[in-house]
């Protein structure tokens, strides 16, 4: 009896010592970072040459650069890739002290397509893109007449063959270039497409299906998370089709930043503008409550800085951009554009020290 007395007790010391151990816990920072700045580099010349140009990177503040590079670019034929230009950046800002950052873009805001040729001449990809309105961006300047020429393509990421050769670039940089750099992030989930009915509603066109849209998200998400298990991987949510929160509400925003809690990604997107009513409710509210031991990242785009803030009434300020990056979204990473005057006027004259943050 007493034999028994015994091992119970031990079963029973044991089983409440498991009960309060912590759960594990997803791999995570492994202490608070000041908050890191990049150069953004929308556009990559043939050659380099405005990389290694680009003055401000060799500014003590900036961590190096995040750098789109197209689909088109990047595979030129089919299974046929050219990743020439990430290996002489990374040479580059390697030489001078900095990380690169790559932005992996298949979309495109002008007419001018980013995917490989084949997508749009082989049957089997359905056309291979979808044409998108540029209109409600936030970069345009709202005192510009409307032109014929403010749209872009959106590759159909929806069908699976297209969706297959994309992931197949994603393992393909993932198997040369993981641990290489600093981090990489797909083009932002915004699509503008279809037309507005007075109730509220869409209509989308018959190529087009917003559910199947988010699943491919998703999809590519998880082959971003395997293939980037030592750089940062990082998905752009902004805005989704056919929701938009917090009047309809059908789980897609939620459903994402679910998922890439459990991958273990890091999130973020492009426009970084505080308080503006059109996103808080949108990603923003998300990427607030998104884990501060994951990684958050967000763009300064072209118009950022003219918009106006909400809150004062007046055009945003550097100064109102940290405060709200760092204290409102809790971003580990800001990715500024180099557009001109404010970025000279106001980014290198206002940004400080990054031992201050």
């Not at 498991?18 to 492994?30: G, N, R, T």
């Not at 014929?148 to 699976?160: I, N, Q």
């Not at 299906?209 to 988010?214: L, S």
Request: charged share 25%; hydrophobic share 35%; with cysteine.
């Amino acid at each position: 009896m007493f034999r028994w007395t015994i091992l119970l007790s031990i079963f029973l010391s044991a089983a409440s010592a498991a009960s309060i151990l912590p759960e594990p816990q997803p791999e995570s920072k492994s202490e608070p970072q000041p908050l890191q700045h990049f150069i953004y580099i929308n556009h990559r010349e043939a050659n380099g040459e405005n990389i290694r140009a680009d003055k401000a990177l060799r500014d003590p503040r900036f961590g190096g650069a995040q750098i789109v590079y197209t689909w088109r670019c990047l595979e030129p034929k089919q299974g046929e890739y050219d990743f020439s230009a990430i290996r002489a950046d990374i040479a580059y800002l390697d030489s001078i002290g900095k990380k690169l950052w790559i932005q992996l873009q298949e979309k495109s805001f002008t007419p001018r397509v980013n995917v490989p040729r084949y997508l749009l001449d082989d049957p089997i990809y359905q056309g291979g893109v979808l044409k998108q309105s540029m209109l409600s961006a936030p970069e345009r300047d709202p005192n510009k007449p409307v032109t014929d020429d403010e749209y872009g393509w959106s590759a159909k990421m929806w069908e699976p063959s297209v969706r297959a050769r994309y992931q197949q670039l994603v393992r393909q940089l993932g198997q040369e270039f993981d641990g290489k750099i600093a981090g990489i992030n797909f083009s932002e989930s915004s699509i503008d497409v279809g037309t507005e009915n007075a109730d509220g509603t869409t209509t989308f066109p018959s190529d087009f299906n917003p559910k199947a849209y988010i699943d491919a998200i998703g999809e590519n998400m998880q082959v971003l998370a395997e293939s980037f298990q030592h750089s940062t991987a990082m998905v752009y949510l902004n805005f989704l089709p056919d929701e938009w929160l917090p009047w309809n509400d059908k789980g897609y925003m939620r459903g994402l930043f679910a998922q890439a809690k459990s991958l273990n990604i890091g999130v973020g997107g492009p426009d970084l503008m505080p308080y503006r009513k059109s996103h808080m409710a949108q990603s923003y509210a998300f990427i607030k409550e998104y884990p501060a031991t994951l990684v958050k990242g967000m763009a300064v785009q072209d118009g950022n800085l003219r918009q106006i803030n909400p809150k004062t009434g007046k055009k945003n300020t550097v100064p109102e951009l940290l405060d709200f990056a760092q204290n409102y979204l809790g971003l580990d990473y800001i990715f500024w554009v180099e557009d001109e005057p404010y970025f000279t006027d106001e980014v290198l004259q206002q940004l400080p020290d990054t031992k201050a943050n």
